[in-house]
Nanobody, 115 residues
Framework: VQLVESGGGLVQPGGSLRLSCAAS????????MRWYRQAPGKERELVAG????????NYADSVKGRFTIRRDNAKNTVYLQMNSLKPEDTAVYYC?????????WGKGTLVTVSS
C-alpha cells in the first residue's frame, strides 16, 4: 500500500497550490479519502474529506471557500486545490485513506506560505 503526496512548495500569500495524492496497493474507489495537515508545534488536523464515489465532501471551517477536494477514481488519485493561501496554512499536508478498520497514511508534503 502506498500513498504518495506531491505538489507542495513555497508560495506567497494569496497564491495557489494543487496537492496530489497517488494511491496504489488497495481498491482506491472503495475508500474515503482525507487531507490532514500538521503545523509546527500543533496537532494534526483534518482539512478536507471526500466520499468513496466523490459525491460528498467536507471541509474544516478554516479552509471553506478556499480549498477544494476532488478525486479521480480512474487515476487512483485525490487532489486538494488550495487558493487564497495564508501564512497560517503553512504545514505538512498528509493524505489519508480510510475503510474501517483499515487506515493508510502518506508521508506528507510541505506547504510553506510566506512572502
Amino acid at each position: 500500500v502506498q500513498l504518495v503526496e506531491s505538489g507542495g512548495g513555497l508560495v506567497q500569500p494569496g497564491g495557489s497550490l494543487r496537492l496530489s495524492c497517488a494511491a496504489s496497493g488497495f481498491t482506491f474507489s472503495s475508500y474515503r479519502m482525507r487531507w490532514y495537515r500538521q503545523a509546527p508545534g500543533k496537532e494534526r488536523e483534518l482539512v478536507a474529506g471526500i466520499s468513496s464515489a466523490g459525491g460528498i465532501t467536507n471541509y474544516a471551517d478554516s479552509v471553506k471557500g478556499r480549498f477544494t477536494i476532488r478525486r479521480d477514481n480512474a487515476k487512483n488519485t485525490v487532489y486538494l486545490q488550495m487558493n487564497s493561501l495564508k501564512p497560517e496554512d503553512t504545514a505538512v499536508y498528509y493524505c489519508n485513506a480510510v475503510k474501517l478498520p483499515l487506515d493508510y497514511w502518506g508521508k506528507g508534503t510541505l506547504v510553506t506560505v510566506s512572502s
